[in-house]
């Protein structure tokens, strides 16, 4: 240290190398944390927001004829608003809601557990959707929601939703949540 106070030469250099080294530590440690799929950090949240509304993935069934959605949404608006599967103009009423699996083939949604009705504000409701059975062999879905509410048309798209394995006597699926 010079008269004034200030570090300098080989001193100025450990310090600085303390630092460094300090933050690479640091940073490596974060980078080596292990991360189980049963960890917050994980877990795949499949969940789409606006300003008009949040829909969340809560599960998904497979069974031997068919594939339930279910879903958690919410009317993020301060007053009741109509919500409901919409075809985009000019299109199918199929194209409304689909899901594609890793294979890719389309699979048209069959039933719904809801009505074309209008949502509580800020009110978390959930709602399933049902699908055409995949065929085997499939190990992941992509689901296509076209939403509409009011006039206003959204796509969400949630990609890659892991299927849950198959029991083994009766071809039903378990819950993946």
Not at 26 to 50: D, I
Not at 92 to 108: C, E, Q, T, W
Not at 120 to 134: H, L, T
Request: some cysteine; aromatic content about 8%.
């Amino acid at each position: 240290m010079n008269p004034r106070g200030h570090v300098c030469g080989a001193a100025k250099l450990a310090s600085t190398a303390v630092t460094c080294i300090s933050a690479i530590v640091l940073l490596l440690s974060a980078c080596t944390t292990p991360v189980s799929p049963q960890s917050p950090e994980g877990a795949h949240r499949f969940q789409y927001n606006s300003r008009l509304f949040t829909m969340e993935l809560k599960n998904i069934e497979v069974f031997d004829d068919s594939v339930k959605v279910t879903l958690m949404y919410t009317n993020r608006q301060d007053r009741p608003a109509g919500g409901q599967i919409a075809a985009p103009p000019k299109t199918l009423s199929s194209d409304a809601a689909y899901i594609v699996d890793d294979k890719g083939k389309r699979y048209r949604w069959t039933g719904k557990s809801f009505s074309n009705r209008q949502f509580a504000p800020q009110v978390p409701e959930e709602i399933s959707i049902n699908f055409a059975k995949v065929q085997s062999g499939a190990t992941s879905v992509s689901l296509v929601v076209n939403w509409a509410v009011g006039t206003q048309h959204t796509t969400v798209t949630f990609r890659g939703i892991a299927l849950p394995p198959v029991a083994s006597s009766t071809g039903f699926r378990y819950v993946q949540q």
